[in-house]
């Protein structure tokens, strides 16, 4: 093929060769984990030895009767379940609050983003001081309120330590709800909301008819992109309770690196993660059919 022949070629598929270094690096970085934890799933790799030999399903029957392994579940989502509403109900209401012009308005949404920008780890950090039982402010304040010293071992006591955990995961996330809801909204048609409140309409049937669909693609990309983040819930939880008290609050992202980088059963917890990518892959999917369904 002549130079002057390849030439049309060349520049109607110009704009995928410019793309298929990005794509091949994705695919490396993305795709290759996948599969080499499905292969090792099916071996016998483990700290004692390594069994490269086809084992069948064997670590997929043993995570059915694994109780550690669901109850990491469970701690999940209802982590998920709680954080989540939080997040978007905070974040909803401060973006309501920073929709008008006010004084100093920069300054402050400049302000409330902070907590975004710190490492889960360093705020974990800091919130297991602030919950200390002998030099943190949180109960020394409760105790200003109830006019008696305050000892609750927040990382400790079964009672408060979900409470403990979701204050942190609430205060460094919401303002991530925030911006994006604030964005939205500023970008709903106030001649809308004008004719709606022309018309008789109070302040929840115009949320519900008019602000709502108006925002709902980036509060359901929001959603989705907290949801996600909050299943694989693991810094904030190891560095305040390492999972404690015993495996009350261990997350599955704190499971699978107690089994595959203390215990190293390798095997058992590529078996084990691709289940939960399994999970995933099909959870998403009705959202987002859901979603289109919707719109």
């Keep these: 093929m002549t130079a002057a022949a390849r030439t049309p070629y060349t520049d109607r598929n110009f704009k995928y060769l410019l793309i298929v270094p990005a794509v091949a690096t994705i695919l490396l970085v993305g795709l290759f984990p996948v599969i080499y934890s499905l292969i090792l799933s099916f071996q016998n790799v483990d700290m004692m030895f390594e069994d490269t030999s086809f084992q069948g399903a064997k670590h997929y029957r043993a995570l059915v009767g694994d109780t550690r392994f669901w109850e990491s579940l469970g701690h999940t989502l209802l982590f998920l379940a709680i954080a989540l509403p939080a997040e978007l109900i905070l974040g909803l209401a401060m973006a309501y609050l920073f929709l008008d012009r006010m004084p100093g308005r920069q300054v402050f949404v400049a302000l409330l983003v902070l907590p975004v920008t710190i490492s889960p780890v360093v705020a974990g950090a800091t919130w297991r001081l602030l919950f200390d039982n002998r030099f943190g402010p949180i109960n020394q304040i409760l105790g200003w309120f109830s006019d008696e010293p305050v000892t609750i071992l927040w990382t ?96 599955f992202s704190i499971y699978a690196y107690v089994l595959g980088f203390q215990q190293f059963e390798t095997s058992y917890t590529a078996a084990m993660s691709f289940v939960v990518i399994l999970l995933l892959v099909v959870t998403i999917t009705i959202v987002l059919r859901r979603m289109e369904i919707e719109r």
């Design 156 to 251: 400790i006591d079964p009672s408060f330590v979900y409470a403990a955990i979701l204050m942190a995961e609430v205060w460094q996330w919401t303002p991530f709800m925030f911006l994006l809801l604030l964005a939205a909204l500023s970008n709903v048609d106030r001649s809308q909301i004008e004719a709606a409140e022309l018309d008789g309409a109070g302040f929840w049937r115009r949320f519900r008819l008019v602000i709502l669909p108006a925002i709902w693609p980036v509060m359901a990309i929001a959603i989705l992109i907290r949801a996600l983040d909050l299943f694989r819930l693991f810094d904030v939880v190891w560095a305040l309770t390492r999972g404690g008290p015993g495996t009350m609050t261990e997350t």
